[in-house]
């Protein structure tokens, strides 16, 4: 079944770096689109950044454009999002998502706290 496990994250001065990571099982994940989204209290969920089946095209929301990259291993089946430059407002539960066969899939969401 396909399976989408995340790691990563965590609490971080204003400033500072995490990079997400989401390893992906179940499915041929060289095949697919893949997205990271972010929810943050009290808001609806929103999508941060998407990399195409073979990573070569991505696209960013513009709070996070030029300081977050999303990336890919095919051969590793791993998505990742570095973010650097973290600012208090990126302080949300990020997932990973992926449309298998016409089922949506989530990661099981991880923490990111940007705070002084």
């Known amino acids: 079944q396909v399976q989408l496990v995340q790691s990563g994250g965590g609490a971080v001065q204003p400033g500072g770096s995490l990079r997400l990571s989401c390893a992906a099982s179940g499915f041929t994940f060289n095949n697919y689109f893949m997205k990271w989204y972010r929810q943050a209290p009290g808001k609806e969920r929103e999508l941060v950044a998407d990399?195409?089946?073979?990573?070569?095209?991505?696209d960013y929301a513009d709070s996070v454009k030029g300081r977050f990259t999303i990336s890919r291993d095919n051969d590793q089946n791993t998505l990742y999002l570095q973010m650097n430059a973290l600012k208090p407002e990126d302080t949300a539960v990020y997932y990973c998502?992926?449309?298998?066969?016409?089922?949506?899939?989530w990661g099981q969401g991880t923490q990111v706290t940007v705070s002084s």
């Open positions: 990399i195409t089946s073979s990573g070569h095209l991505t």
């Open positions: 998502h992926v449309w298998v066969k016409g089922v949506e899939y």
